[in-house]
């Protein structure tokens, strides 16, 4: 198993999700490391030093589901903070999540992610998604 370091966080670093909806599903990941480790989400993750949103959305996406996407336009920013139990910042992102179109694959977890796959709105009330997530599909009307 992949040692996962905890970060030193000194500055809030950017990140990226893709919201990716085909069929009337949505396409989750499952958390294997924090922050919000065991939770379904919306997957994605860091930017790297001169790559762009819809670059670094592309490649996460590929990295941990093996789907191929095309990233559109920016559609919910939000901060993920969570603190220690002596309030010490551990994790600060500030993520953009994009809009996408799938193009081509079958998920199958890989990376940082311990399952993936295409979830309806009704399938998303019996698993453990996290909050922003519920928040995003329900400001998208995909969750009522």
């Not at 930017?47 to 819809?54: C, F, I, P, T």
């Not at 992610?113 to 599909?137: C, H, M, Q, R, Y």
Request: glycine fraction near 8%; charge should be neutral.
């Amino acid at each position: 198993m992949k040692a996962y370091p905890v970060p030193n966080f000194t500055a809030p670093r950017a990140a990226v999700g893709a919201v990716v909806i085909e069929e009337g599903k949505v396409l989750l990941v499952k958390r294997k490391y924090p922050p919000k480790k065991g939770k379904w989400a919306i997957p994605g993750g860091s930017v790297n030093l001169g790559e762009s949103l819809q670059a670094a959305a592309e490649r996460e996406i590929r990295e941990e589901t093996g789907l191929i996407i095309e990233a559109k336009e920016p559609i919910h920013t939000f901060d993920l903070i969570e603190r220690g139990p002596n309030g010490k910042v551990i994790f600060h992102y500030v993520v953009v999540d994009l809009r996408a179109e799938y193009i081509s694959g079958e998920p199958h977890p890989a990376d940082d992610v311990s399952d993936a796959g295409w979830f309806g709105p009704k399938e998303i009330k019996n698993i453990d998604s996290s909050t922003s997530t519920i928040e995003l599909l329900r400001k998208l009307d995909f969750l009522k």
